[in-house]
């Protein structure tokens, strides 16, 4: 592995305790909520500390300041993984419900914009997490100098991941509605179900964030094309496929078992991750690209969920390179030792 990669991956690594120390203020902030919110708060940080953990790497992107970045994934990913179980948790099915409180998700991505009831539609509600998640985010960018070049980008990309998760849902029929929506939305190149995975990501809206440092926007066509549909729909065909086990549990729609097959599943998600490495090698800090590729593989491909559900052969089928391989061992030991959740 070559040494800028390495060098990443020791920035990434000692880093790890900050993204934890910012994540322990929010759930300070979340023990103060009425129940059944607290409850869903304090549970999507317990459980999804490895969404902001791995979305953290985009604060050592070439340029960027760390602090800032950092406070802007954890926060804007908590906002994320809260809504999440607010639609998934809690019993409630409006639509409506579940567009007011992803407003909250568009204004934390718009500095300057004023704060709105997020809860109006929805049966509970509390005055201060929501909130202050967004200004937190709005806080963030406003210090970034040139955020006002990609704020375009990352608010179309903020837009599919909403629709996103106010259609998937909806307790009866997402499937449906979410065919529709990508057959009018995107080209016929994916199937429905892939083009909903890579608009439930964050990482091209981290990555846009990163640019927001520097002036330049070289390749940003190409780079935003690889980021969407590949680099994200990797991204969350890997956390469906090692949910499979627990979202049949709830009932919940799973994009990785919408397709015919197993042998299909394991063809499609092979795609994605060599288009993936294909044209993250010709982006701009490609090493950086790469990294995360492989990365994502070695996150998810290390979660205990994946010897459980007996998926160790797809993983290995996908960590084809000498990077992921090596990514995916170290992985391991450091869910071993604790150090990763």
Partial sequence: MEHRKIRLLQKF??????????LQTWASLAKTMPEPLRT???????HKAFHCIGGSVYAHYPGVEQGVMLRLVVALQT?????????DRLDVTDPTSFRVLHRSFLHALTPGEPLDNYYASYPYSEEKYLSTLVLACQKQL???????????EALRLATYYCEL??????????????????????GPELSWNEWAAASGSTLG?????????????????ETLATYFPWFQGLHILLDYLIDLGEDEEYGDLNFVSCYPSLKTRELRLATFAQESRRRASRLPHAFFHETVVAGLIAL???????????LKPMIKHLATDGTTSLLLRLCRLLRQVGYLP
């Fill in 300 to 310: 998810y491909g290390s979660d205990p969920k994946v010897v459980h559900q007996q």
């Fill in 79 to 87: 906002i994320s993984d809260y809504l999440d179980n607010l639609c």
């Fill in 13 to 22: 690594i000692t880093s790890i305790p900050a993204v934890r120390k910012e």
């Fill in 40 to 46: 869903q708060a304090l549970s999507s940080i317990d």
């Fill in 205 to 221: 809206m981290f990555f846009l964030f990163a640019l927001s440092f520097q002036k330049s926007q070289e390749q940003l066509e």
């Fill in 165 to 186: 998760q106010v259609l998937k849902h909806v307790t009866t029929g997402g499937d449906i509605l979410l065919e529709d929506w990508a057959s009018r939305e995107f």
């Fill in 142 to 152: 406003e210090s970034m100098p040139f955020y006002h070049l990609y704020q375009a």
